[in-house]
T-cell receptor
Framework: KQEVTQIPAALSVPEGENLVLNCSFT??????LQWFRQDPGKGLTSLLL?????REQTSGRLNASLDKSSGRSTLYIAASQPGDSATYLC?????????????FGKGTHLIIQP | DAGVIQSPRHEVTEMGQEVTLRCKPI?????LFWYRQTMMRGLELLIY????????DSGMPEDRFSAKMPNASFSTLKIQPSEPRDSAVYFC???????????FGPGTRLTVL
C-alpha cells in the first residue's frame, strides 16, 4: 500500500528566503505526483503536476522535482512571501490499472513571517 | 468555469440521521472523486467514478456510506445512519481524464453530534 510522507510537518521562515519542502513515497511505481496548496478552511489548489516520465516542473516561483527511483519529490519556493503561508500537500497516483485516486501526505504547514 | 461545486458547505446533524452531500463536477470532466479529511488521518480517497461508473470504492469505510453518480454533472455521497466519528470535511474533485490534474471543490464540513 502506497504511503506518502512529508517533512517537515511545519516550517516558519522569514520573508524572502528560499525554501524546500520534502515528500517521499514508498512505492516508486507512480503514474504522477501532484503538489497542492490548502489555505485554512478552504479546498485544495493544484500547484504543479509531474508525470512519472518527467524530472521537474516549474510555475513562477515554484519548482517541483521528482526522483521516482528513490521515491522522492521536492517543492522549491523562491523568494518566499507572506502570501505563501498555507499547508502544502504532496499526493501521488500509483501506477497500473487500478485506482486513480490520490494518496496524500499529511502536509507541511508553512508560515512566512513578514 | 465555476469550478467544482459542493453543497451544503456546512452540515450539523445528530447521530443516527441521514446525511446527503452533493457535488457538481467541472463540465466535461470524466472522473469524479470523493475524499474525506480529518486531523488524525489527513486526506483519504473514499470512492472514484469514471464516466459515471464507480471504479474503486475500497476507501468507503462502512456500509453506512454510499455514493451515486446518476449523470455526468451530479454526484451524491450519503451517510445513513451518521455517527460522531463521521465528522470531517468531505471534498469532491474532478479531472478531465485519468491522471490529469484534479480540481477540488470547497468541501462540506460535517459535524455529527
Amino acid at each position: 500500500k502506497q504511503e506518502v510522507t512529508q517533512i517537515p510537518a511545519a516550517l516558519s521562515v522569514p520573508e524572502g528566503e528560499n525554501l524546500v519542502l520534502n515528500c517521499s513515497f514508498t512505492d516508486s511505481a507512480i503514474y504522477n505526483l501532484q503538489w497542492f496548496r490548502q489555505d485554512p478552511g478552504k479546498g485544495l489548489t493544484s500547484l504543479l503536476l509531474i508525470q512519472s516520465s518527467q524530472r521537474e516542473q516549474t510555475s513562477g516561483r515554484l519548482n517541483a522535482s521528482l526522483d521516482k527511483s528513490s521515491g522522492r519529490s521536492t517543492l522549491y519556493i523562491a523568494a518566499s512571501q507572506p502570501g505563501d503561508s498555507a499547508t502544502y500537500l504532496c499526493a501521488v497516483i500509483s501506477g497500473g490499472g487500478g485506482a486513480d485516486g490520490l494518496t496524500f501526505g499529511k502536509g507541511t504547514h508553512l508560515i512566512i513571517q513578514p | 468555469d465555476a469550478g467544482v461545486i459542493q453543497s451544503p458547505r456546512h452540515e450539523v446533524t445528530e447521530m443516527g440521521q441521514e446525511v446527503t452531500l452533493r457535488c457538481k463536477p467541472i463540465s466535461g470532466h470524466n472522473s469524479l472523486f470523493w475524499y474525506r479529511q480529518t486531523m488524525m488521518r489527513g486526506l483519504e480517497l473514499l470512492i472514484y467514478f469514471n464516466n459515471n461508473v464507480p471504479i474503486d470504492d475500497s476507501g468507503m469505510p462502512e456500509d453506512r456510506f454510499s455514493a451515486k453518480m446518476p449523470n455526468a454533472s451530479f454526484s451524491t455521497l450519503k451517510i445513513q445512519p451518521s455517527e460522531p466519528r463521521d465528522s470531517a470535511v468531505y471534498f469532491c474533485a474532478s479531472s478531465s481524464q485519468r491522471g490529469d490534474t484534479q480540481y477540488f471543490g470547497p468541501g462540506t464540513r460535517l459535524t455529527v453530534l
